[in-house]
């Protein structure tokens, strides 16, 4: 659920096949939260607000880690300096499932391989969302978990077609290299990169 903490606007995307009317339907009905996100990112982009946090719905979360499971403990916590000073902030704080490397693109394991593990398709997967010119890194490694906050000026720091093209790679181009359940872990191991990181956090 991505919300602008300024102002407290939350904008409710579901993944449900039958939607309630009044919530946000995502893009894609594939990637889990990954969809809604760029959804929000893509509907949203030319008045994105000064800052976003993307959550979960659910007000506990097991990857809250520093405060306890409840998410209002960890948005009272942020402190939006924080995301200035870096563009993008995972909420989470343990590095535990996640860092600091857990991906080698560009030598999988031959149990990745044996076992058709997307860690085994990583540069096909990478080229896909970044564009077939991005150089893909040989280790990638961040905080687990897919909630975080990043920056209007972060977010505007890639072209509108960017999300785009991610998005369409989860709906048409994913298929073939992981499933849905896939498609949401490829995402989190890439969010702090979607937002300029570098590969290793």
């Known amino acids: 659920m991505p919300t602008a903490r300024t102002d ?16 946000l339907v995502a893009h894609s009905s594939r990637g889990r939260e990954a969809s809604a996100y760029l959804s929000f990112i893509v509907d949203q982009y030319d008045e994105l607000p000064a800052y976003s946090i993307f959550l979960h719905s659910n007000p506990e979360q097991w990857h809250n880690d520093l405060f306890g499971p409840q998410t209002s403990s960890v948005l009272k916590s942020l402190r939006l300096e924080a995301v200035d000073a870096m563009g993008y902030l995972n909420l989470r704080c343990t590095n535990n499932p996640g860092c600091p490397t857990h991906i080698n693109p560009n030598s999988p394991t031959q149990a990745d391989i044996d076992n058709n593990d997307p860690r085994a398709k990583f540069p096909s997967i990478y080229k896909g969302l970044f564009g077939d010119e991005a150089h893909v890194p040989d280790h990638i490694g961040g905080i687990c978990c897919a909630q975080f906050a990043v920056s209007r000026a972060r977010i505007w720091q890639r072209p509108k077609s960017d999300y785009i093209r991610m998005l369409n790679w989860i709906d048409e181009k994913s298929v073939p290299l992981v499933d849905d359940y896939g498609v949401g872990w490829v995402f989190e191991t890439l969010w702090h990169i979607v937002f300029g990181m570098e590969g290793i956090q």
């Open 8 to 23: 407290n606007t939350p904008f409710i995307y579901t993944m449900d096949k039958k939607p309630e009317t009044e919530l």
